[in-house]
Structures are given as C-alpha cells and as structure tokens.
C-alpha cells in the first residue's frame, strides 16, 4: 500500500434504523465525565420527574469535536435567524434524575 493510500479517508456510509429516524426531544442535558469517556445525558424534564432519554458515550477527543460543531452551528444559526434567546432550564442546571 502507498503512502497516498493511507492517506485517503475511508468513505463510511452511514445508516439510520427506522426506529432511529424520528429522533427523541431532549429540554436537558446533564454531562459526566472520566478520564476515558464523556457521558452525555439526555433528558426529558417534564415536572416533577425527568426522564433520560438518550445516553451517549463519546471518548474525550470526541466530546471536544461535538462542542466545536455545536459552537459552529450555533454561529450560523444566529446569523441566519438572529439572537438565540436565553430562557430558564426546565430543570435546575446539574440535576441528576435517579
């Protein structure tokens, strides 16, 4: 194999499974980390009880490239529809559901 070979990005397609598709919707979000993983929790607060919905475990390299692709499109966001409003978390910042 070349040098030029090893250099090309492997094309990976990606698929979605149906029950994947419709996504599930997420007002919090509560982040943990070790010094192997990031874990990301999803979380449907409807009060008085919050549910996790999604957990996602990134390795830390991984957690830095999603907060740089939140920041980015964040930025295009506001720049095609204005200011992000600030408004209260439905949950106080932290909370952990058991």
């Not at 698929?15 to 509560?30: F, L, R, S, T, W």
């Not at 499109?73 to 720049?79: A, S």
Request: no cysteine; charged share 20%.
């Amino acid at each position: 194999m070349s040098d030029s070979d090893k250099q090309k990005p492997q094309e990976i397609q990606i698929q979605m499974p149906p029950e994947i598709q419709g996504g599930v919707y997420a007002n919090n979000m509560v982040v943990a980390h070790t010094q192997e993983e990031f874990v990301l929790d999803f979380i449907m607060a409807t009060p008085p009880v919050g549910t996790v919905n999604a957990r996602v475990v990134v390795s830390p390299s991984h957690a830095r490239r999603i907060a740089a692709a939140l920041v980015d499109n964040v930025t295009k966001y506001e720049e095609r529809f204005g200011k992000i409003k600030d408004v209260p978390a439905a949950m106080p910042e932290g909370t952990v559901s058991h």
